[in-house]
């Protein structure tokens, strides 16, 4: 298995050794489109949150379906914050500073810290060792086999969907990023403007809960964030766990393979790409993190050697995904928990 392995990644060097170069011309943030994004995300979002407000009164079924369109422009929003973290979205780095500190009012989420933790998960996407920091966390299938029956059931009620896309991101979004979860050496003042952030937040809200009342305020601002964090979790879900991912302990990683491996091109909808501020081009995102999010379909229609080694999935074809529950070392890919229990049973019989 490992001589396939080191093949893939032979063929994957070979096919994409100038990718440096490739990328390189992307990597120009330009204010004007940037300037049209801020528009075309903040502008209708806006536009929605008031519609909401109103129909509350009228049909709180209305709401939540609004609610649940508008969660798409926080998405979009929410990309936003996340290029200004990674200092592509804009010029200045300052202005993205400021850009994504104001994103973080509307997506719930602290700007620097998440920045922070997730640019740690670009430089080490798919390294086993730290697989719980910046990603949704899994065992392997050894890991798993050592646990005992308490720590499967609690296994398998975390990797539940119910679980894994309704009540974890409620969990994350309300608690996890209110606490220092990661907190490397030296990581003090990245700490004081998470708590900073989350103030700033807070008061914001409490501010909307009495300019616009509470009931209203709660059913429209509660009803977007819940939704935006379904489709954020099932987003990141799905382009870093699909089949045939790539995982390795750090000895054995390579950032390459990582990057065209590890993530998939989500093939969905134009429309679709454009809400969700083209992060199904997730391949090309982990190559290079500079590059913003509005240069990421041009850079893959123009160079059709990035979408060769690829996972590309439609949106039909990702919904058996949420079954992956294990990462198995040997057949490198995730397998699911019946597939784990017919493996053991063969050994036993065997």
Known sequence: MQVNIQNGVDDIHQ???????????????NTWRAVGQLFSSFG????????MYFSVEYSIWLTLALGMVNAFFLVRIFIIQHDCGHYSFLRKRKMNDVVGFVCSFFSSIPYTYWARVHSFHHGHTGQLEHRDIGDIDFLTVGEFRELSTWGRFKYRVFRNPLVLFIVLPVLYLGIVLRI?????????????????????????????????????????????????????FWFFYVQHQHDHTYMQ??????????????????KLPRVVHFLTGNIGYHHIHHLSSR????NLRRCAKENPVLQHHVTK?????????????????EKQRMISFSEFYRGEGSKLAA
Do not use: C, H
């Open 249 to 266: 302990w750090s000895k054995n990683w390579d950032y390459l393979t990582a990057a065209i491996k590890g993530a998939t091109f989500y």
């Open 180 to 232: 220092p979860r990661v907190n490397f050496p030296g990581w003090s003042p990245i700490i004081r403007k998470q708590y900073f952030n989350n103030v700033m937040i807070l008061g914001a809200y409490i501010a909307l809960g009495f300019l616009v009342g509470w009931k209203a305020f709660l059913i429209v601002q509660g009803s977007i964030i819940f939704f935006f964090g379904i489709i954020a």
């Open 313 to 329: 999935i439609t949106f039909l074809q990702s919904l058996p995904l949420m079954f992956n529950k294990l990462w198995d070392e």
């Open 15 to 29: 096919s994409l050794k100038n990718w440096k170069t490739i990328i390189s011309q992307y990597q120009q943030a």
């Open 44 to 51: 209708p979002f806006l536009a929605l949150w008031v519609a």
């Open 291 to 294: 590059i913003p999010n509005y």
